[in-house]
């Protein structure tokens, strides 16, 4: 096979015509094989070469994504993968990444939980839990997780309560807290810190009672009266959460 003629393109890639054929091979491959000194090559010589070219492409197309935010071994994986590479290319990708230190998870960790913590509302569960998914070993996370502390979620935790209290005035303080406490769970804070403060809330709902009260009364009072008409009002009530007045 006969080597026409080549031209260097850009990105550290050259366009070399192979029997009226062209290849795009990155500037590693030439230089790793002096393509440029021969003038033929062999069929099984150039796949070698071809091989060791989507090495390169798939390794700079890895670089080129792990640019635009840090990243996981596990995300250039499904990444790669997505993009059609072989498994074997894809190993191999990753250990150059990590010898050129362009993934670190110990880096990756420190970053994404500062990043939770200072823009986001979510507490440690979530963010141990969604850095597992991530790939990231169980012992890197507890480790670095300690930078979290205590003081900064409570901190959360009382912003959080203040907020929906403020927000949600028309709910019963049995309501509200359920509500509040069951949410805080769900962005990943644990129930004995949250029931630290939330136990310590205590809210005024006695306007609120009357008001639901007689939004009650005068619409059972068509269909009611007397005691089964008390009753059918404080079961309704108790149903929004009102169960002390």
Do not use: H, W
């Not at 062999?42 to 700079?60: F, Q, S």
């Not at 250039?76 to 990444?97: E, G, M, R, S, T």
């Amino acid at each position: 096979m006969k080597i026409e003629k080549y031209r260097y393109l850009t990105n550290g890639k050259y366009k070399v015509t192979i029997d009226d054929k062209d290849y795009i091979i990155y500037e590693d491959v030439i230089l790793k094989y002096n393509i440029l000194a021969l003038k033929e090559i062999d069929e099984k010589k150039l796949d070698l070469y071809l091989k060791d070219n989507d090495y390169y492409e798939a390794y700079y197309l890895a670089i080129k994504y792990i640019k635009t935010k840090l990243r996981t071994p596990k995300e250039v994986q499904v990444y790669l993968l997505k993009n059609n590479y072989a498994k074997n290319i894809i190993d191999k990708v990753i250990l150059k990444l990590e010898a050129d230190k362009y993934l670190d998870d110990n880096v990756y960790t420190v970053s994404y939980i500062n990043d939770q913590i200072y823009l986001k509302n979510v507490g440690p569960l979530k963010i141990k839990n969604d850095l597992e998914k991530l790939g990231i070993d169980k012992t890197i996370i507890l480790e670095n997780l300690k930078i979290y502390t205590k003081e900064k979620q409570e901190e959360k935790i009382e912003k959080y309560i203040k907020k929906e209290i403020k927000l949600n005035k028309n709910k019963s303080e049995v309501m509200l807290k359920n509500n509040i406490l069951n949410k805080l769970i769900n962005k990943g804070f644990y129930k004995e810190d949250i029931l630290k403060y939330l136990n310590n809330v205590s809210i005024d709902e006695d306007d609120l009672y009357k008001k639901e009260y007689d939004k009650l009364y005068n619409k059972l009072s068509k269909k009611y009266s007397g005691k089964e008409l008390e009753f059918k009002i404080k079961q309704k009530l108790s149903q929004k959460g009102f169960y002390n007045n």
